[in-house]
């Protein structure tokens, strides 16, 4: 299983922060480089407890989808989307929001297990973690500005 940590600190309150974490329209503002788009589920605006929400995206030249579900939330300080179907055997995304002096310090946590025994971990460690870091701090950057602007 791999684990990837990133921490980012946002100049605004933990609730819009939150908000514009679980945002659909924001996170598809975020990924507009892998042209993923939500085509199930929950496809606009906050998505909530129990709701899924699936996927749709072109990743290293394939097009694939993933279906999400929020399996858990603590208002304004966690929340988890999980993999219910998608290429991994195994994908959990943490979310931990804190606030300090009016400064949101947001962390991921995403662990996952790939397909395809050592082909997938050799992929894993080559190309798929640096993928993912870097998708997931575009993602952050365009939360930030979104977040800073609406405080």
């Known amino acids: 299983m791999t684990t990837i940590h990133l921490t980012i600190k946002i100049k ?3 609730q819009i922060v939150f908000d514009n974490s679980r945002d659909i329209d924001v996170h598809q503002q975020s990924v ?5 788009i939500a085509i199930a589920g929950v496809t606009t605006g906050l998505i909530n407890y129990n709701e899924t929400v699936t996927w749709r995206g072109k990743h290293f030249g394939f097009y694939l989808t993933h279906k ?3 399996t858990a939330m603590d208002y304004y300080d966690y929340f988890v989307d999980e993999m219910e179907s998608g290429k991994f055997n195994s ?3 943490e979310h931990f929001f804190e ?3 009016g400064i949101t310090i947001m962390t991921d946590k995403l662990q996952y297990e790939t ?3 050592i082909l997938g971990k050799l992929f894993d ?4 973690k640096k993928h993912l870091i870097k998708f997931l701090s575009e993602r ?3 939360l930030k500005e979104a977040s800073e602007k609406d405080n």
């Open 32 to 36: 507009s480089k892998t042209k993923e």
């Open 91 to 93: 994908f959990k995304h």
């Open 115 to 117: 397909p395809f025994g």
């Open 125 to 128: 460690v080559l190309f798929l």
């Open 99 to 101: 606030e300090e002096n």
């Open 68 to 70: 999400s579900r929020i």
């Open 12 to 14: 605004a309150p933990k």
């Open 140 to 142: 952050n950057k365009i």
